[in-house]
């Protein structure tokens, strides 16, 4: 049971930073249309995941949240989704895709230190290289990937500061949180992570919310916001806790490095791309850096092996 359990939360990992992989490009036409800001977008997020994780828990089994777990669900509300996407929403207008993957794939190495710190996990000399093995490789990849076609967008410290805070805020609340979020259901832990998300957000946003001529939004952007809003929000934020109960904070974060192999792969389907043998050692490189990291020996130890 407690294998089976392991290999659904690493399922769910994967599912989830798939999604994440093609919301990279969604996020970015979304902001660079500049119909709607970014708290807006935000706003939206929490309003409509939201009212989906509201709805699923009246068909849950009732669940009492302890009064003084309040406070630290609303420190991981600010640090797991509302700094971490408002750095991301407005981070991703000020850098090209292919930085933005390259500090994505910073996460792990943060959440390998914060775990450290914060919850005694060990890191020992087998995945530290696993981490840095998985690191070269997806650079690799990436520097392997990207053709310019002319007039490429540049990058601006300011994007580069505001994605790295988004790694590092997320990086906090896989490495910080695990306890808080072990102890309750997925549903009831995330309706009250994006009922206070809402909080902090509506004051900055409501005027532009009600203001919005909705009806005048391309179908493009009504699209990527149903998007955005239901499978990188509410699928997402659904799947990731799951693999928090399962597996250890550094193995999570290190299904970031999905992000960048899927847009890959989605890229080579429609015909953008091609599969060459470089991109292949790179993605074998990845994984392996991945498996190092799963079965080290203090891995072993923590999981009762």
Known sequence: MEQKGTIWGHAACFTAYAIFGLNIIICKDLTNSHLISPIALFTMRSIGAGLLFWLLSAFAPRERVDRRDFPKIF?????????????FLMGIPLITPMNCSVLSTMAPIYTMFIAAIALKEPITLQKA?????????????????????????????????????????????????????????????????????LLLSAPFSGRELLTLDYTALPRTIILELSYLIVCATFITYFLIPIGQKRIRPTLVSMYSYVQPIIAIVISIAIGMDSLSWQKSAAILTVFTGVMLVNYSRSAKKEDGK
């Open 129 to 197: 290289g696993g981490v840095a093995l998985s690191f070269a490789g997806i650079i690799y990849l990436i520097l392997h990937s990207v053709t310019s076609t002319g007039g490429v967008a540049e990058s601006t410290p300011m994007g580069f500061f505001l994605i790295v805070m988004n790694c590092l805020c997320f990086s906090i609340y896989l490495g910080v949180f695990k306890p808080i979020i072990t102890k309750y259901s997925v549903i009831t832990f995330m309706k009250w992570i994006f009922l206070f998300s």
């Open 75 to 87: 420190l991981a509300s600010v640090f797991g989704f509302f700094l971490t996407q408002i750095t």
